[in-house]
């Protein structure tokens, strides 16, 4: 898949992360019906692998789906086997050359300007800005643009509707959001209100002009 395309298209990650894999799986099922195009599924979830095989079956061949919290090259390994096709790591472990070596994508998880160079050597296709929030939120991102003007940033970590539109309006790419997004969805919660939460973030990470109903 072409990951920089479909987070700058997009501009929204989903973070599934549950304690409950049927809830988990309704979950993914949700955000997709209302229209977020990239949903990440994380192994630390409660039997995240089969969350993300059958989603993936549910949704084709075509829909992205990431597998979240890649870690070592059998994490690696075991969500490219389950159907993901793009993978997200919380740091530049050995998951992001396994992954590589498959041919997914990564979004790899940086924080200083150390790691942005050295992922860039590793060549990971996007960068997890994490935990953004501890990180230092919008400003620290206004700062790393200036030295990185093309690198894509996805902030990741307490990014809630507000953070996220001002992550957008200072040059990030993509956000992702787990809990202000999902909620208590994958863990059996409600799903007319993680509806309601999809639509309220696909608002706020529109482009202008392409606000979604």
């Known amino acids: 898949m072409d990951l920089p395309a479909a987070l700058t298209a997009h501009r929204l990650v989903a973070i599934v992360r549950g304690t409950d894999a049927d809830a988990a799986l309704r979950t993914v099922l949700t955000l997709a019906e209302e229209g977020i195009e990239l949903i990440e599924v994380s192994l630390t979830g409660h039997d995240a692998l089969d969350v993300i095989a059958r989603a993936r079956a549910a949704l084709g ?20 086997r389950a159907g993901a096709d793009f993978a997200v790591t919380p740091a530049l472990g050995e998951g992001v050359t396994a992954a590589l070596d498959l041919g997914m994508p990564v979004l790899g998880g940086v924080m200083t300007p150390t790691e942005i160079v050295a992922a860039g050597r590793l060549g990971v296709t996007a960068m997890k800005l994490f935990p953004a929030a501890q ?70 990470t529109a482009r202008p002009g392409q606000a979604r109903q």
Do not use: E, S
């Open 135 to 204: 990180a230092g939120g919008v400003a620290y991102l206004r700062a790393l643009r200036g030295p990185f003007p093309r690198t894509l940033f996805v902030p990741v970590g307490g990014v809630d509707a507000q953070a996220a539109r001002d992550y957008l309006a200072a040059g990030a790419t993509a956000v992702g959001v787990g809990t202000p997004l999902v909620g208590d969805a994958a863990d059996g919660g409600d799903l007319a209100a993680l509806r309601q939460r999809a639509r309220d973030f696909l608002a706020v």
């Open 61 to 80: 061949p075509q829909r992205p789906l990431g597998a979240g919290t890649v870690l070592t090259a059998q994490d690696a390994r075991a969500a490219h």
